[in-house]
């Protein structure tokens, strides 16, 4: 079975904190997705990496970075917390659609990590 | 752009009863993917079905079953015999096929309550 696993369930951080969310998948995915997750807003993309050191921004890239130095490992950093970043947090993985063989793989989730900033 | 719309933002359902989620999406698209995911209360979110746009007939993973109308841009998911193990947020998404694209849209969900 495909793990996704993050670094945390629950987390408090203050105001002007700087945090990282780690996520580890141990499925040799190429595809790794940070999304964030409010009440009537659904799923939301801040980030995409589509191998290591590459990344593509989403839907609200803004206030968060990402790092990819490793394939398994993708990392959701907030510069500065602010209390708009209060959300639980969602990683992803898939496999890269591939060649000649159309497949579009489903996502597999990590079990999310609630942040919240005060 | 892409949208997905699902219009209920809760459902209840009495055991062993059946329920259909809704979910709508507006795409100019002729090709792409549909899923319902399925996220229970403090656990991961898991897919439960995918359809596939240029398969006209509807998928079907044992008791859930979608109804998938391209014309109408629906793609509803049946769930046979509820369980109660079957409540759960549940997330409609949209997936283009088009070379480049990565994104995943997703709809704001449907809670659904199983009374038992």
């Known amino acids: 079975d495909v793990k996704v696993t993050q670094s945390s369930r629950y987390l408090v951080k203050r105001t002007g904190e700087k945090v990282f969310l780690e996520c580890v998948q141990d499925?040799?995915?190429?595809?790794m997705f940070w999304y964030r997750q409010d009440p009537g807003l659904g799923l939301r993309l801040i980030y995409f990496?589509?191998?290591?050191?590459?990344?593509e921004k989403g839907d609200i890239p803004e206030g968060y970075s990402v790092s990819r130095e490793k394939k398994e490992r993708f990392s959701l950093i907030l510069e500065s917390a602010s209390t708009n970043q209060t959300s639980m947090y969602l990683c992803?993985?898939?496999?890269?659609?591939?060649?000649?063989?159309?497949?579009?793989?489903?996502?597999?989730f990590g079990p999310g990590t609630r942040l919240t900033v005060t | 752009a892409q949208t997905v719309t699902q219009s209920q933002p809760e459902m209840s359902v009495q055991e062993a009863e059946t329920v259909t989620l809704s979910c709508t999406y507006d795409?100019?698209?002729?090709?792409?993917?549909l899923f319902w995911y399925k996220q229970p209360p403090s656990r991961q979110m898991i897919l439960v079905i995918r359809?596939?746009?240029?398969?006209?007939q509807n998928a079907t993973e044992n008791r859930f079953s979608v109804n998938f109308q391209k014309a109408a841009k629906s793609f509803s998911l049946k769930i046979s015999d509820s369980q109660l193990g079957d409540a759960a947020m549940y997330f409609c998404?949209?997936?283009?096929?088009?070379?480049?694209?990565?994104?995943?849209?997703f709809g704001t969900g449907t809670r659904l309550k199983v009374l038992a």
């Open positions: 992803a993985s898939s496999l890269v659609e591939g060649g000649f063989q159309r497949a579009i793989y489903e996502q597999y």
């Open positions: 499925m040799d995915h190429e595809n």
């Open positions: 990496s589509y191998d290591v050191k590459m990344k």
């Open positions: 795409t100019s698209e002729s090709d792409y993917y």
């Open positions: 359809q596939e746009a240029y398969k006209q």
């Open positions: 998404a949209y997936r283009s096929v088009a070379s480049g694209t990565y994104k995943y849209i």
